[in-house]
């Protein structure tokens, strides 16, 4: 479902994205990780279609992340490092205006928000200006307007950034239950997070990859817990 194809990107003389490519099918759940740089985001946001690559290219379902952008935007949800929302809109508010912009037709829109409101517990926060909230009800928010249309590829930058350990376990329990139908890609600094719900981990040093493996067998090859191991690859 996402298909990467020696994906580049570069900012001056600085390679952030370095010809990197590989896929990730339906009911993966893949932990995208690597030291502050090393090109995780700028990936993400081509896959997203926010930056255009120098070269190389990546599908989502089959779409093509330069020549079918829209078709691409509309089978990803993707969930942003700063989770941005306008702070003035209630989440109400701002929920409807994620139905109007994805396109979700009135008599559905009812249950798509009901949905998403009670997948990622906001319901006693929904009719409060977003700029009142905490940073993990907003994260919370973030990951609800990228749930609403339901898509088949996720796409989740620091999915349990700022919230409290009772949150984060509802998040992971969440991307649990959602993992055997779709496409999941997440990014986090949370090691022991890729290994409580990850079935694959790619970790990318200096714009390339430098492994891509189970967070198992990756321990089994180098020896040491995952934390160990990710720092002797990307030191």
């Known amino acids: 479902m996402i298909k990467v194809e020696d994906l580049r990107r570069s900012f001056g003389p600085i390679k952030a994205v370095d010809g990197i490519s590989f896929e990730v099918e339906k009911g993966q759940v893949l932990g995208f990780l690597g030291p502050n740089g090393a090109g995780k985001s700028t990936a993400m946001k081509m896959l997203v279609c926010f930056l255009k690559p120098d070269s190389g290219t990546a599908k989502i379902c089959g779409h093509d992340i330069i020549k079918d952008s829209i078709a691409v935007r509309r089978s990803l949800g993707y969930l942003a490092e700063n989770a941005?929302?306008?702070?003035?809109?209630?989440?109400?508010?701002?929920l409807t205006f994620v139905c109007d912009a994805r396109g979700i037709a009135p008599a559905a829109r009812k249950d798509a928000i009901e949905r998403v409101i009670n997948m990622c517990s906001i319901k006693n926060v929904y009719h409060q200006p977003i700029e009142t909230l905490s940073k993990g009800y907003k994260r919370r928010v973030g990951l609800a307007q990228c749930l609403i249309h339901n898509p088949p590829v996720l796409i989740l930058d620091e999915p349990t950034d700022g919230l409290d350990p009772n949150q984060?376990?509802?998040v992971r329990?969440?991307?649990?239950?959602?993992a055997k139908d779709k496409c999941i890609l997440i990014s986090t600094h949370i090691l022991d997070e890729v290994e409580a719900i990850c079935t694959r981990s790619i970790i990318v040093n200096r714009g390339k990859i430098v492994a891509d493996d189970t967070p198992a067998k990756l321990k089994e090859k180098h020896g040491g817990t995952f934390e160990e191991v990710f720092r002797k690859i990307t030191r």
Do not use: R
């Not at 941005?84 to 701002?94: H, K, N, R």
């Not at 329990?173 to 959602?178: R, T």
């Open 84 to 94: 941005p929302a306008y702070g003035e809109m209630t989440v109400a508010s701002f």
């Open 168 to 170: 984060k376990y509802e």
């Open 173 to 178: 329990q969440l991307i649990n239950s959602m």
